[in-house]
């Protein structure tokens, strides 16, 4: 479908939990997770009739996202159940890799082809503190077995932050020479009022190309965000993710699905559409006007402008 802006949509990010394993600093809100009542998520059988709503507007990609969507019980039923729906092209995952060591080749078995691994320093120390609760080695074991498990298709994300990691560029870019898979770098977004990830914490994507100046622009991907770049020698790409600095809005294709069953038709506004209780057909009726009132762009410049989703990032989904 073609929303008012000429933007055909064709993604939808579903997060389908607000928990997670680990407490990350730029994620989780200083006073911890609320958790809600289990009548007020979304079902499994309201997420893949969602799933089917929205394929008949044409989406047919699929990111299955959560805060960490691997601690879901039934996490595996939903990625067989969501791959086998018709005119679903791809199904995509993004974790953190702790559970990964177990679900691996149970994902790519069910039918997930893609994995985007939440790695944002290579620093045991560094790790522990912006997880709060994390060891780097897990996350490490995760990314190893994803890779065993014959994933063709990974992706490391690395968010970028001013005096955390902007020293470790170098090393986490050079993951693309020694595995077969992309290191993206992501602009930090001001999602919540923290007083550690004031203007200071922002680095623009520019900041990677310094520090890789032998980097070399790759053809863009249809439909893709990232800016692509490759190191010579390298196995994989470099990509770069810029909503602030250089916002793509006129090419966002993407829907969200919240773990509470709003339809969010962009990461940064308060606009909400319910879709808890209703049928397909009033599912896909919430998906239509979703698309058709999806902002041109969002208002962030930098990290002075907080977002107008009024939501943390727990409560949205990566």
Same mark, same amino acid.
């Given at each position: 479908?073609?929303?008012?802006? !000429?933007?055909?949509?064709?993604?939808?990010?579903?997060?389908?939990?607000?928990?997670?394993?680990?407490?990350?600093?730029?994620?989780?809100?200083?006073?911890?997770?609320?958790?809600?009542?289990?009548?007020?998520? #979304?079902?499994?059988?309201?997420?893949?009739?969602?799933?089917?709503?929205?394929?008949?507007?044409?989406?047919?990609?699929?990111?299955?996202?959560?805060?960490?969507? #691997?601690?879901?019980?039934?996490?595996?039923?939903?990625?067989?159940?969501?791959?086998?729906?018709?005119?679903? /092209?791809?199904?995509?995952?993004?974790?953190?890799?702790?559970?990964?060591?177990?679900?691996?080749?149970?994902?790519?078995?069910?039918?997930?082809?893609?994995?985007?691994?939440?790695?944002?320093?290579?620093?045991?120390?560094?790790?522990? $503190?912006?997880?709060?609760?994390?060891?780097? +080695?897990?996350?490490?074991?995760?990314?190893?077995?994803? #890779?065993?498990?014959?994933?063709?298709?990974?992706?490391?994300?690395?968010?970028?932050?001013?005096?955390?990691?902007?020293?470790?560029?170098?090393?986490? @870019?050079?993951?693309?020479?020694?595995?077969?898979?992309?290191?993206?770098?992501?602009?930090?977004?001001?999602?919540?009022?923290?007083?550690?990830?004031?203007?200071?914490? $922002?680095?623009?994507? +520019?900041?990677?190309?310094?520090?890789?100046?032998?980097?070399?622009?790759?053809?863009?991907?249809?439909?893709?965000?990232?800016?692509? $770049?490759?190191?010579?020698?390298?196995?994989?790409?470099? !990509?770069?993710?810029?909503?602030?600095?250089?916002?793509?809005?006129?090419?966002?294709?993407?829907?969200?699905?919240?773990?509470?069953?709003?339809?969010?038709?962009? #990461?940064?506004?308060?606009?909400?559409?319910?879709?808890?209780?209703?049928?397909?057909?009033?599912?896909?009726?919430?998906?239509?006007? @979703?698309?058709?009132? /999806?902002?041109?762009?969002? +208002?962030? +410049?930098?990290?002075?402008?907080?977002?107008?989703?009024?939501?943390?990032?727990?409560?949205?989904?990566?």
């Amino acid at each position: 479908m073609i929303d008012n802006m !000429g933007r055909e949509i064709t993604y939808l990010r579903l997060s389908v939990t607000e928990l997670c394993n680990l407490r990350c600093r730029y994620c989780m809100p200083q006073e911890g997770v609320c958790k809600k009542r289990h009548e007020d998520m #979304l079902t499994e059988d309201e997420m893949i009739q969602a799933i089917e709503a929205a394929t008949a507007l044409g989406i047919n990609k699929l990111r299955i996202t959560g805060v960490e969507p #691997l601690v879901k019980k039934n996490i595996l039923s939903i990625c067989r159940r969501a791959a086998a729906v018709s005119g679903i /092209k791809e199904v995509c995952v993004t974790t953190n890799g702790i559970r990964l060591p177990k679900l691996a080749v149970p994902l790519r078995e069910a039918g997930v082809s893609r994995l985007n691994i939440s790695l944002d320093t290579l620093d045991e120390k560094k790790y522990a $503190y912006i997880t709060k609760q994390g060891e780097l +080695s897990d996350a490490l074991n995760g990314v190893h077995a994803a #890779l065993d498990a014959g994933f063709e298709q990974i992706k490391i994300n690395v968010v970028l932050m001013g005096g955390f990691n902007d020293d470790e560029i170098v090393a986490l @870019a050079e993951l693309t020479k020694k595995y077969t898979l992309e290191v993206r770098f992501i602009e930090l977004m001001p999602m919540l009022d923290e007083k550690e990830f004031g203007e200071y914490a $922002y680095l623009p994507c +520019s900041t990677v190309l310094k520090q890789l100046p032998e980097a070399v622009a790759q053809p863009q991907i249809n439909g893709s965000v990232a800016r692509l $770049y490759r190191l010579p020698g390298a196995k994989s790409n470099i !990509g770069l993710i810029s909503p602030i600095s250089e916002h793509f809005c006129s090419k966002c294709n993407r829907l969200r699905l919240t773990a509470d069953g709003k339809i969010k038709p962009c #990461l940064h506004s308060s606009q909400e559409f319910p879709i808890k209780g209703l049928s397909k057909a009033r599912m896909e009726e919430a998906f239509k006007k @979703a698309i058709l009132l /999806k902002p041109g762009q969002h +208002s962030l +410049s930098d990290l002075n402008n907080q977002s107008l989703s009024g939501r943390s990032m727990n409560k949205i989904g990566g």
